[in-house]
């Protein structure tokens, strides 16, 4: 029966190291596939993360808790929301929200709901920078808002992921009858302080017209980078009617959706 036992072991083993011998160099090894997994638990708790920040930018902007909002911002971060221009450092993204919005705290009255829809969240290869495209549907005394956004984050050295770009362009602003019948113009620097330390990124018009944001990331089935159609796009960088914005037209038909997000057009 010892003798048995011996054998069988001794068949085993070198049935084993025939197997191992009969396996591709590329096979992974235990420790190899602990830390891939590892790499990918990692990466699905990041985009959790970058996905739970947006997320709380959102109920900030609700209840106008602008300090703490502004603190899920980096420092050097960006912020450009409708054609307002854009914003530098979180300390100017923290006076842009109180100037133009008021002080912190919630009002009586007001009414402000900011959901946020349809992300998708991608991370960079060395886990230090994400993207995040999505939706946000804005209910407020105004009226109604539909900005879509497309968003960078960097993980700082506390492990914590914060804003670095907030881009907001808006696909629509209107008054409680509706957007088909009470359309509104995009905002344009000098419509409210603060006034901004860039002008925009991106020249477009809202509602009638529309402008397809570009996509940070490729069509996920065929890999091709997504350009978008296009109708007549132009913001009002200025007033309708001044020669800044006749300017500002033509600058907008050269933006083709194949330059990166938040960067001027090529050409």
Request: no cysteine; proline share 9%; charged share 20%.
């Amino acid at each position: 029966m010892i003798m048995k036992k011996i054998l069988k072991t001794i068949s085993l083993s070198a049935f084993s190291a025939a197997l191992l011998a009969a396996a591709p160099a590329s096979a992974q090894t235990a420790a190899e596939k602990l830390d891939a997994l590892d790499k990918r638990i990692t990466r699905l708790e990041d985009m959790n993360q970058i996905e739970r920040v947006q997320r709380t930018y959102g109920y900030f902007v609700d209840k106008s808790q602008w300090t703490p909002l502004s603190k899920l911002f980096s420092e050097d971060a960006t912020l450009e929301i409708g054609g307002k221009g854009i914003f530098l450092g979180q300390d100017r993204v923290l006076e842009y929200m109180q100037t133009a919005f008021g002080p912190d705290g919630t009002k009586p009255g007001v009414l402000a709901n900011h959901m946020q829809f349809q992300p998708i969240v991608d991370i960079s290869p060395d886990g230090k920078t994400g993207w995040a495209r999505s939706r946000a549907y804005v209910m407020s005394n105004g009226g109604w808002g539909l900005p879509l956004y497309e968003n960078a984050y960097e993980k700082g050295e506390d492990g914590k992921w914060r804003i670095s770009r907030l881009t907001g362009p808006f696909t629509m602003y209107a008054g409680w009858e509706g957007w088909g019948k009470t359309a509104l113009n995009n905002t344009w620097p000098d419509k409210f302080d603060p006034p901004p330390d860039l002008p925009p990124s991106v020249i477009y018009l809202t509602y009638p017209a529309y402008y397809i944001v570009p996509f940070h990331y490729p069509n996920p089935v065929t890999g091709e980078a997504l350009i978008p159609d296009r109708d007549e796009v132009g913001a009002y960088h200025r007033p309708p009617g001044t020669p800044e914005q006749e300017k500002a037209l033509a600058t907008g038909q050269m933006e083709d959706g194949t330059q990166p997000i938040a960067e001027p057009p090529k050409d």
